[in-house]
């Protein structure tokens, strides 16, 4: 069974920061890019960043370059999201995701975990 473990949201003020981490299992971790995706409430899913387990290339959405850094242990199956300087409108529910698709570039996702929210107050 595939499993994506998201977990370290919280309440943090405006500026704060939070590292969220996603532990992946039920498949081979090396032949998929994992991705963070998020849903502010009342609002679409979007993709926030991604990271290849492959060759470690990257992707981040422009509203959130310089703020937040992906990595990956490939050792350990789990992929982080630091966040840095955090605002009122990061404020959502932040999913791991798994996909096929290129890292270095916006793309779907395939399989999904179960969030964990992220509050920012202002």
């Known amino acids: 069974e595939v499993q994506l473990q998201a977990s370290g949201g919280g309440l943090v003020q405006a500026g704060g920061s939070l590292r969220l981490s996603c532990i992946a299992s039920?498949?081979?971790?090396?032949?998929?890019?994992i991705g963070w995706v998020r849903q502010a409430p009342g609002k679409k899913r979007e993709g926030v960043s991604c990271?290849?387990?492959?060759?470690?290339?990257?992707y981040y959405e422009d509203f959130v370059k310089g703020r937040f850094t992906i990595s990956s242990d490939n050792a350990k199956n789990t992929v982080y999201l630091q966040m840095n300087s955090l605002r009122p409108e990061d404020t959502a529910t932040y999913y791991c995701?798994?996909?096929?698709?290129?890292?270095?570039?916006?793309?779907?996702?395939?399989?999904w975990g179960q969030g964990t929210l992220v509050t920012v107050s202002s």
């Open positions: 995701a798994r996909r096929t698709t290129p890292a270095d570039k916006p793309g779907p996702h395939n399989s």
């Open positions: 039920g498949f081979t971790f090396d032949d998929y890019n």
């Open positions: 990271i290849s387990s492959s060759d470690g290339s990257t």
